[in-house]
């Protein structure tokens, strides 16, 4: 069974394609929808508790992006340790402590992006229309992206995730998109001992766009992971 965690930063329609195509492969697949509201992160754990409390036997659990800096925390939430913690595209936390939503230089980036009153336009509005039409080449698709992404206020960016100790001891495995940033995360996944795979070609976005590629690498990391 799988739950799909999502960026904050953009929204369920990113992982409702290889949440279909997880259910066409006889997978249970759960995608709960954070609320855009601060405290984030509470939120956040409160909206996967609930629908953990769905689903019935061991839970697989992914975060897209931004997502994964939530993972460890998330964990916690759930009735029981996950079977197997996928980062997909994702930063890889601390050890222990603490992490910001969002580092400090790249919050000093998104200041200028936000308008008088400190709120962030939606995330597809970072980059310009091209960049995202040339992501999600499917107009319907993108505009219902684009539908669920929130307006986001840059200082509940800034708050920090706990991150409990030991949480990279379990069962982790790495899907890497696109090489840049996040090669050297993958790097560091394989410095834990960690399954890591890559889908050559493919981007940050490919959870959306190419859901059956992305479908077959989460279960098969996820049996990597725990050894089935």
């Known amino acids: 069974m799988f739950l799909l965690v999502h960026s904050l930063l953009v929204g369920p329609p990113t992982w409702r394609p290889t949440a279909d195509a997880l259910r066409a492969r006889g997978h249970a697949a759960v995608v709960p929808a954070l609320p855009a509201l601060p405290p984030l992160w509470p939120h956040a754990r409160d909206a996967v508790a609930q629908a953990a409390a769905t689903l ?12 994964g800096m939530l993972l460890p925390a998330l964990a916690e939430a759930l009735p029981r340790p996950p079977a197997a913690t996928l980062f997909v595209d994702a930063f890889l936390p601390p050890p222990a402590g603490s992490a910001p939503l969002v580092g400090d230089e790249q919050r000093r980036r998104l200041r200028a992006l936000a308008d008088d009153q400190g ?29 669920e992404m929130p307006r986001l206020p840059l200082d509940a960016l800034a708050a920090a995730v706990p991150v409990p100790a030991g949480w990279s001891d379990g069962p982790c495995a790495y899907l890497l998109l696109s090489p840049e940033p996040y090669a050297p995360a993958a790097a560091q996944a394989r410095e834990h001992g960690w399954p890591v795979a890559e889908l050559p070609g493919r981007d940050h976005l490919s959870i959306a766009t190419d859901a059956d590629a992305v479908a077959d690498a989460l279960v098969r990391l996820a049996r990597a992971a725990t050894g089935s």
């Open 56 to 67: 019935d036997g061991p839970v697989v659990l992914a975060g897209h992006s931004g997502a």
């Open 119 to 147: 709120v962030l336009p939606p995330w597809h509005a970072w980059f310009g229309e091209a960049a995202i039409a040339e992501l999600v080449p499917d107009a319907d698709l993108r505009e219902e992206l684009e539908a």
